[in-house]
């Protein structure tokens, strides 16, 4: 089955941007989406189809896919935005098509 | 407004069986996939399966085919989630979520607690 793998853990001081990578063989190929889950709450999705933004979601988050990786950037990042960030892609190919990331723990310094 | 509203929290010995629901609201339900999410204590997202309950396609995970059972009831606009035999390993929180190319509406979580 496909295997996306996204870093453990990534840190980033106010205001500064972060970026979370995704990598999965041509997962360029492929639409990619991004959740945020904050302790003890739902997943909220902060982005679709690799770069659209739904309502109510900042500009600051932001999403780009190529290759063999996809980015979540998070620009002008604040203390709300520590969570887990997890990508998941549809994999059309499998008759399992739902795959998620391992998660990336946001840590805002 | 969407809105999936999710059963409670349930505690259960092992061995035992059980079905959790997830109802929707605000859209037509028999349009909409419907996935259901796996997240063991301080773990990721895992997908489990999902759902059409227009005419109850479903789809699962090969991690848990054969494990739960994926059903829903369109007169009602609820789908479920069950388990004939629990494993304390089922100890976990399931999310419900719709599905229309992303997940961007989800149920509150049903957490499920296997315990001797």
């Known amino acids: 089955s496909y295997v996306l793998t996204q870093p453990p853990s990534v840190s980033v001081a106010p205001g500064q941007t972060a970026r979370i990578t995704c990598g999965g063989n041509?997962?360029?190929?492929?639409?990619v989406h991004w959740y945020q889950q904050k302790p003890g709450q739902a997943p909220v999705l902060v982005v679709y189809d690799d770069s659209g933004r739904p309502s109510g979601i900042p500009e600051r988050f932001s999403g780009s896919n190529s290759g063999n990786t996809a980015t979540l950037t998070i620009s002008r990042v604040e203390a709300g935005d520590e969570a887990d960030y997890y990508c998941?892609?549809?994999?059309?190919?499998?008759?399992?098509?739902?795959?998620f990331g391992g998660g990336t723990k946001l840590t805002v310094l | 407004e969407v809105q999936l509203v999710q059963s409670g929290a349930e505690v259960k010995k092992p061995g035992e069986s059980l079905k959790i629901s997830c109802k929707g609201s605000?859209?037509?339900?028999?349009?909409?996939?419907i996935a259901w999410v796996r997240q063991m204590p301080g773990k990721g997202l895992e997908w489990m399966g999902i759902i059409y309950p227009g005419d109850s396609d479903t789809r699962y995970s090969p991690s848990f085919q054969g494990q739960v059972t994926i059903s829903a009831d369109k007169s009602i606009s609820t789908a479920y989630l069950q388990w004939s035999s629990l494993k304390a390993s089922d100890t976990a929180m399931y999310y419900c979520a719709r599905w229309d190319a992303a997940m961007g509406y989800w149920g509150q979580g049903t957490l499920v607690t296997v315990s001797s």
């Open positions: 605000g859209y037509t339900f028999s349009t909409f996939w």
């Open positions: 041509s997962i360029g190929s492929t639409n």
């Open positions: 998941q892609v549809w994999d059309s190919s499998s008759n399992h098509p739902g795959v």
